[in-house]
């Protein structure tokens, strides 16, 4: 930990990098500029300006908050934010950079020796934006993730190496098994389609997001049926994770069809599919709400007792 702590400035200088590519590119094209993107790409034709600029608005917005929060777990008056008005943006960028990085690296690991797909007739972007983008998305998700490791260790370090009484870890028990349901449904779905019965995404992606959905459920109902006890720290760290990309992807497949901009290439899910992206999104906030209760209670002082005891 203290290690993290010494890092934190260089590991505020490489967020802030890794963000330069992803915010040039898309003040770029808010701009109306066409860099990246090839001839007869859709996000060039006519009716799709206005959902564009939103798009890239609103996706330009995100990444420079992604510059507020490495700001915000360097520098001093992060420490005195509310709890969750940084923690609420922390989880969500969570879950959008982490499934991300963990692609990116299976991607570049099944590549290697093997034949490149033919480009499509249209494509939709440079293939160098896709480089560019997802390495610097893969940097923010590492840099972000040590900071945000070294904030919360130093800030809450005592509440996660405790754990609450018996009785009050009724609460996340509960909690717990009611999130093993959804987190369930969301494994069996994007497992099968890693497996090839589905169609649609890429296997790195679909396997990513079965091991979120392993790691928030296990996590919390290891947190629930057990909150204090030996890997409680990799149990917390496993819930955030998968319960944040589980919601983020979730609401971000289940929303995006809905706009009908040029980024959804398909149709939109199928019936099934929207049930596994809304029990997605529902594991999601019930994974956090135990965290939430198991990491409220500070751990009870150790009380001296006689030799032998």
């Known amino acids: 930990m203290d290690r993290l702590l010494r890092l934190r400035p260089a590991l505020c200088a490489l967020t802030l990098l890794a963000c330069l590519p992803y915010l040039s590119l898309k003040l770029a094209w808010t701009a109306g500029g066409e860099v990246g993107i090839p001839a007869g790409s859709p996000l060039l034709e006519p009716g799709s300006a206005g959902v564009m600029a939103a798009v890239n608005g609103a996706t330009l917005l995100m990444d420079a908050g992604v510059v507020v929060l490495a700001l915000a777990l360097t520098r001093p008056w992060g420490r005195r934010l509310p709890a969750p008005l940084l923690l609420a943006p922390l989880w969500v960028a969570s879950g959008l950079l982490g499934p991300v990085l963990l692609s990116t690296v299976l991607d570049a690991v099944l590549s290697l020796g093997a034949a490149r797909p033919a480009p499509p007739s249209e494509p939709f972007l440079d293939p160098w934006v896709f ?44 909690l717990a098994v009611l999130a093993v349901v959804p987190a369930a449904v969301a494994f069996t779905a994007h497992l099968g389609r890693g497996l090839g019965a589905g169609e649609g995404r890429p296997v790195t992606v679909s396997v990513v997001m079965a091991c ?13 049926l057990r909150p204090r006890g030996p890997w409680r720290r990799a149990a917390v760290v496993g819930t955030w994770c998968g319960g944040a990309a589980l919601a983020a992807w979730g609401a971000w497949w289940l929303l995006v069809p809905l706009i009908d901009a040029p980024v959804a290439t398909a149709d939109g899910p199928s019936a099934l599919w929207r049930l596994a992206y809304a029990a997605q999104v529902i594991t999601g906030p019930v994974t956090l ?10 751990p009870e002082p150790v009380r001296p007792g006689r030799p032998g005891c």
């Open 289 to 298: 709400a135990v965290l939430a209760r198991v990491t409220a209670h500070r």
């Open 131 to 174: 480089t560019v983008v997802y390495a610097g998305f893969s940097l923010q998700a590492l840099a972000l993730g040590g900071l945000l490791a070294a904030y919360v260790g130093q800030r809450w370090g005592a509440r996660l190496r405790g754990g609450g009484t018996d009785r009050e870890a009724a609460g996340p028990r509960r």
């Open 212 to 224: 979120a959905a392993l790691s928030a459920g296990a996590g919390a109902l290891r947190l629930g």
